[in-house]
């Protein structure tokens, strides 16, 4: 299971922190992040830590700006935002992937809606 919390409505420069509480798989199998869809839009592999090393990675749209980080020990995954953009409008996801290059989701929970606005 994964479960995304702590999104809301934002003015834009604001800062938000995404939270993923996760269970029921090793967390050796598989890296895990975000991915976000804005209404309209394709998916955006916003960012990721590779399992393993725990290398993380980061859509250029968002470098900068936003910082993930695990806790193993709590299974949790936090999405640090600040500088938000209108742009950084959108439902994210919190996922597993078997690799982090290309952002290719194998599983994902129920999203949590960003909304950045004045």
């Known amino acids: 299971q994964l479960q995304a919390s702590g999104g809301g409505l934002v003015q834009p420069g604001g800062s938000l922190r995404l939270s993923c509480a996760h269970s029921?798989?090793?967390?050796?199998?598989?890296?895990i992040g975000w991915f976000r869809q804005a209404p309209g839009k394709e998916r955006e592999g916003v960012s990721c830590?590779?399992?393993?090393?725990?290398?993380?990675h980061y859509a250029d749209s968002v470098k900068g700006r936003f910082t993930i980080s695990r806790d193993n020990y709590k299974r949790t995954v936090h999405l640090q935002m600040n500088s938000l953009k209108p742009e950084d409008t959108a439902v994210y996801y919190c996922?597993?992937?078997?690799?982090?290059?290309?952002?290719?989701?194998?599983?994902w929970g129920r999203g949590t809606l960003v909304t950045v606005s004045s």
């Open positions: 996922a597993l992937y078997y690799y982090c290059a290309g952002y290719s989701p194998a599983y």
């Open positions: 029921g798989f090793i967390l050796d199998d598989y890296a």
């Open positions: 830590i590779s399992r393993g090393d725990g290398t993380t």
